[in-house]
């Protein structure tokens, strides 16, 4: 009798711990998938160089010559997934009109790395000049552009899964013309 009741007890008891066990691999599971799993948004920032080494008034009179200013994009994957995308070109928009163009090489982005890439804006200056918008903008000093990128590309996770991934960047590029700067705020998202 006490011996049957012992055993019965230990089989509650093993039955508890397994459940007890397999709620917490639950746990541990769901845990991953919102965490490890989840695709997160690249952060993408531009760093365009050079705006100071050319001479603005005569670039933009002599409106047949592209302006060709070096920049370095960083792209930091917070994925615990790599990401390799394919060659493309980032449009660079002012006021509908696009102004300048910036070849994106492919790259091997590793996860939770960050890397430079260094490339260059191919200015268009004659288009610049002939939109309605450029005259008032240089009056007020700041010229307001906008630059959009996809980059198509694989997303690999712990080298077993590989899905088709396509990163979608945008950033607002404002060029102070008295003090020669430029500043720059990007958002990205990824789509899986
Ligand atoms: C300026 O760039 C455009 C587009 O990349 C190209 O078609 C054109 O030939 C270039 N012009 C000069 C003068 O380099
Ligand atoms: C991507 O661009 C680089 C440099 O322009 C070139 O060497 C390479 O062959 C291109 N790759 C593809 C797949 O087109
Ligand atoms: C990338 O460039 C930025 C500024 O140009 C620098 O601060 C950073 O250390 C560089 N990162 C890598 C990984 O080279
Ligand atoms: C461009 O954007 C900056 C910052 O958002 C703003 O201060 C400036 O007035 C804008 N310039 C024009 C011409 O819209
Ligand atoms: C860029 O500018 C537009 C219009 O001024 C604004 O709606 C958008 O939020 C800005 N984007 C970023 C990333 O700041």
Redesign the pocket.
Known sequence: MAAGKTSRGCLKSCCCVTAILLVIIAVVLLALSFTIFRPKDPKITLHVEGLQNIDLSLSMTNVKVNVTLATVITIENQNYGSFKFRNSTAHVHYHGDVVGETPVEERYVPARDKLNMTTYVIFLPGKLLKNR?FL??VG?????LTSTATLPGRMNLLKIFEKHATVYNRC?I?IFILTQSV?SICHTKLKL
Request: charged fraction near 20%.
């Open positions: 918008h008032a903008d007020v000093g700041s010229l307001n607002n404002s500043e």
